[in-house]
């Protein structure tokens, strides 16, 4: 699905912390926010992201 040489690169952009796959979701190490991917593209927008400490009923 995802190539593991990107996701060593890739950051949450929020909080800036590592990243993991979990299912069909990016996601954060630190702030647990879960980011989509779609067509098998990371979406990695803040505003696209589930969760985290802001979460408001996502």
């Known amino acids: 699905m ?3 040489e990107l996701l060593a690169i890739l950051a949450c ?3 800036k912390a590592d990243i993991r796959l979990e299912n069909d979701k990016i996601v954060c190490t630190s ?3 879960r980011y989509p991917i779609r067509d098998g593209i990371p979406v990695m927008l ?7 400490p802001d979460a408001k009923g996502k």
């Open 2 to 4: 995802i190539d593991k």
């Open 13 to 15: 952009p929020a909080c």
């Open 31 to 33: 702030c647990g926010r």
């Open 46 to 52: 803040i505003d696209e992201a589930e969760g985290g």
